[in-house]
């Protein structure tokens, strides 16, 4: 079965909502009316804060991960309220099979370690992506990484100057890729993060590690800060106009399971990934060994952040519907069924599609309000 897993999680918040109401999306509620709930995850209270976004949630189920507790289904009559125009079966929370909690580590790092080449050695890794971190009024702000830009030159320099605060510590950095650094330390074993999709135009301090397992990599950070702090690159940088590169957001920690198996055929990306950990696991996933009965995977994110205006929020939920209708529409013509996966900031929900139903043309779903269900 072909499953497509549209995560909203990085733009996720009110402008989203806004632009979801304002924008139709008439050819992915074309394709979601032949779908119904086949399983979802529970929503839980404060569900935005936690470490992992829905949709990296779904994909450590999907990998089999240890940490799945079947949970009683959220009340159907919520989702009846918070969507009534929408029928079964393409209705959010009607009738669950099984919802599913997960841990808050995954092993992104590890996987991007892999599809470097690197000899993994048994440690936790993790991604480490350079970023500009902005001082407001009172607080710091993340800015996308992705604009930073780093170039190789620069990263290389960067990595220079701190090496050896990295040899003395003994931690190993592996800066192969400027803007998506990887770093191994027996200490990342249990340090819980975020992506830093999730932290953009919020506070970063509630989505920065913390807690005893962090304190290796807060004490390194600081030293690393400093360093940087008045380096050439920076200050070169600086006088053109660009963002000084002041830190390194750390996601993805964790050793690589030894029984991992990779149970998906991974499609083309065409679009670049707004997050840090799905490019990940889309290079290291295929470096695993395949599972018995691998099947095609597709993601799709809208091409935006919480910074994005609404006139481009507006686009971004027109183009995400042209690419998951077309996405659907290619599943279906390739297989049976498909399975469509929507994953927003508070939890997921999986879909099954069956081209047999076509034919009941009375089903009807709105994808605007499935989507803000999530």
Known sequence: MHTILIDTAPVAGAPWQQALAATPMPRLSRCLRL?????QEALHEDAEAAWLSPAERWLLAALGQPGAVAHPAPDAATASNAAPNVEQPAQAAAQPHAAVVLSEQAPWGALAALAAGQALRGLPWGLALPAHLKLGR????????AALQLTVDEAQALLDAVR?????AGWHVDAGN???WLVAHPSLAEVVTADPARAIARNVAAWMPAGTPARPWRQLLTEMQMVWQYHPVNEARMRAGRPEANTLWLHGCGALPADLRNPFVMQH????SVTAWWPAAHAGLPKLPASRHPHPLQVLQPQATRETDAEALGAAVAALDQAAAEAIDQALRDHASA???LAGDRRWIGFE???ARRWQFWRRADAHVLLGLV
């Open 353 to 355: 599609l069956h081209k």
């Open 164 to 168: 050896p605060l990295l040899s003395d």
């Open 35 to 39: 779908a119904e709930v086949s399983l």
């Open 178 to 180: 400027p803007s998506r």
């Open 138 to 145: 009172e607080s710091l702000s993340l800015a996308n990484p």
């Open 269 to 272: 990306q065409a679009a670049q």
């Open 339 to 341: 399975q469509v996966v």
